[in-house]
């Protein structure tokens, strides 16, 4: 054991960067939980504001996972002689992956007892500093905090990012190798028809859901058809390369096409969340305005660090693409290529991305207008 523990020492920069930013998650997201807690402890009894703020919760736990699941992908990809000493030291699967839970448990832990400790700050001296202020509520004075409850709490941050690490990685992850030779993820039979039937499915409950005023339809069809979208990109993006390579492309084209179908399943999860998070953000600020001030400051905490996990672990997805692609673009020159041909093709692939994200922006965008309208 004390010979794993070495050799999962030595973090680089980029390891530290992403641990640091899973232990600042989870602080955030902590300190969210914490808030619903006094929110239900300031509340008056038998009203159900414990179950609406723990649901306002929900999103930023989700990305917490998100987070967690993609920095835990990426350290076996990316740190490939830490792979290798682990499995030389006997370390088999199970076992890495159990480290990589552990570690990013470890990360999850420091940011909720750093959080617990800031709370516990405010509770202790915040009625000295300023009675009566309208952060009362949020800190759940005067009353006191319930043991199990925080507990729960607290514990539900570390085992969530646990797990999802533990879930998000695979066995081709942990091969020892310089990530060049591992197979291209393809997607299974169910998921090609879900992706493909999720948003039809979703656009029609929600307009039944409109013409039958029902808000519970309406709701299930919209979360449905973004959840469609999201999944539907990676196939979009495999589609659009398909069709740039289509017929008989020149180099430029071909190398644009095959990049894209190659990446479009490593890409295309962390861009349909994007896509989608931005257009529910864009038409929810613009269709809502100051009408829910209600919502506040925890609205756009959340929105603030789904943006963030979803940008950092597109930032961890397109480090994975440049090292599993290095490989193939440094032949170019060798076989006589010119250099603007990888320059080009990478701009026709960029283009041709950004126009299918786009395209998934715009129906996400659309289902919510459809979906907030009364």
Request: with cysteine.
């Amino acid at each position: 054991m004390l010979a794993y523990l070495r050799l999962a020492r030595g973090y680089r920069g980029a390891d530290l960067l992403r641990w640091l930013l899973t232990a600042l998650t989870a602080a955030v997201v902590t300190a969210l939980l914490l808030r619903a807690l006094g929110r239900a402890l300031s509340a008056p009894a038998g009203s159900n504001a414990a179950v609406d703020r723990l649901l306002w919760c929900l999103p930023a736990l989700a990305a917490l996972g998100y987070l967690a699941a993609a920095c835990a992908r990426a350290l076996p990809r990316q740190r490939q002689e830490r792979v290798s000493g682990l499995v030389a030291a006997g370390a088999g699967p199970a076992r890495l992956r159990l480290l990589l839970a552990g570690e990013t448990a470890l990360a999850c832990t420091v940011g909720a007892l750093l959080a617990l400790a800031g709370f516990l700050v405010l509770r202790a001296h915040w009625l000295e500093l300023l009675p009566g202020t309208r952060l009362d509520p949020a800190l759940g004075l005067p009353a006191g905090l319930p043991t199990a409850g925080t507990t729960t709490l607290l514990a539900t941050v570390p085992l969530l990012g646990g797990l999802a690490a533990a879930a998000a990685v695979r066995p081709a992850d942990l091969l020892p190798g310089d990530g060049t030779d591992l197979p291209q993820p393809r997607p299974s039979v169910p998921y090609l028809a879900a992706a493909l039937a999720l948003p039809a499915a979703g656009a029609a409950v929600l307009v039944a859901g409109l013409h039958a005023k029902g808000d519970a339809a309406v709701r299930t069809g919209w979360v449905l058809g973004l959840v469609g979208i999201a999944a539907a990109l990676p196939l979009l993006l495999f589609a659009a390369g398909w069709l740039l390579a289509l017929g008989r492309p020149r180099a430029v084209r071909l190398l644009a096409g095959r990049g894209l179908q190659a990446d479009s399943w490593r890409l295309g999860t962390p861009l349909g969340v994007l896509a989608t998070s931005a257009a529910v953000g864009g038409v929810a600020l613009y269709r809502l305005g100051d009408q829910h001030r209600s919502a506040g400051t925890p609205a756009l905490i959340e929105t603030v660090l789904l943006a963030v996990c979803v940008l950092a672990a597109l930032a961890t997805r397109l480090a994975e693409v440049a090292v599993t692609r290095r490989a193939a673009y440094a032949a170019l020159p060798r076989m006589g290529a010119a250099g603007s041909v990888h320059r080009r093709s990478w701009a026709l692939r960029t283009l041709a991305g950004v126009t299918v994200l786009l395209g998934a922006g715009a129906g996400a965008a659309v289902l919510t207008a459809a979906a907030f309208h009364r």
